[in-house]
């Protein structure tokens, strides 16, 4: 129903059972604007294509502590056949449980001028300018940034901005920003291609976005010569159905709904712990098979 919701709000034909009637167009636009990859596959419990996102490192808790019962099978002369084996097994999965779907539109308000009396204190503020959200070539805002010269530096040549393309401290999110551009740079292809980061700054003098290049090898924005600046605004923009498209190839996200967990996720979640029955339980996949 939400994405049902979205697509009549955003002007894609719905017929009147409430289907979208061209649902890869509409998943076009969804991976265009959104930061989070959106796929269109069967689900397989009720036969029907349907939209969904791809939720990384979510672990799945399987209690498998109730042991096998087996009958006692089928008489054959002096012989038994045919057991039936049952065991219980518990799984978990954190699944998100709720969404907002709300518009982001703006109000405009109106201001009284009045004129002041002796108890009035007068406030002032000024906005040098909008940093817009979508670029000249219609990509939107991935993130921002500010920039603070040293006050020892009477220069700015440069700007390191490797951590803005990095996934968050603690976090895997399988295919971050930095893997593509370093997969673009090792194909030849300039990741100008599909990022464009604009810098803007507090010179009142400088009408808008400064002119910058980017030096994609090292992660830096390179400044003209003797920028006295000291106070930068960083913009990144992406072109968001390219990226999509690429971390859901790269992942491989429509090959399997479940993943084996690299050792290094397994780590950040806390251990079982026998007393208090909590934390979690983690076996090599060699092992279990082994086992089987």
Do not use: C
């Amino acid at each position: 129903e939400l994405m049902v919701r979205m697509a009549k709000d955003l002007n894609h034909t719905v017929d009147e059972n409430d289907n979208i009637v061209d649902p890869y167009r509409f998943l076009r636009y969804l991976n265009s604007y959104s930061q989070i990859p959106f796929m269109y596959k069967l689900r397989y419990i009720n036969g029907r294509r349907e939209f969904f996102i791809r939720m990384k490192n979510i672990p799945i808790y399987m209690d498998m502590k109730n042991k096998m019962d087996i009958d006692d099978g089928e008489q054959d002369g002096q012989t038994s056949h045919s057991y039936h084996i049952e065991m219980s097994v518990s799984l978990r999965v954190p699944v998100p449980k709720f969404y907002v779907y709300y518009d982001e539109g703006k109000i405009a308000n109106s201001i009284a001028a009045v004129e002041p009396d002796k108890n009035d204190i007068g406030i002032y503020s000024m906005k040098v300018f909008d940093i817009p959200e979508i670029n000249h070539k219609g990509w939107v805002q991935y993130g921002t940034a500010n920039f603070i010269k040293e006050k020892d530096q009477k220069f700015v040549e440069e700007i390191d901005i490797t951590e803005l393309f990095k996934a968050p401290v603690g976090t895997n999110i399988g295919t971050s920003l930095d893997d593509l551009i370093t997969e673009s740079i090792h194909l030849g292809i300039s990741p100008s291609r599909f990022i464009d980061v604009a810098v803007y700054t507090n010179d009142m003098n400088v009408n808008g976005r400064m002119p910058a290049e980017m030096d994609w090898e090292n992660r830096k924005i390179i400044l003209q010569d003797k920028t006295i600046n000291s106070y930068f605004y960083l913009s990144v923009y992406t072109d968001n159905l390219y990226v999509n498209d690429r971390i859901l190839e790269k992942d491989r996200a429509y090959d399997s709904r479940i993943s084996h967990a690299a050792q290094k996720d397994i780590e950040q979640f806390p251990k079982y712990n026998e007393e208090t029955g909590t934390g979690f339980r983690f076996r090599p996949v060699a092992e279990i098979k082994r086992k089987k």
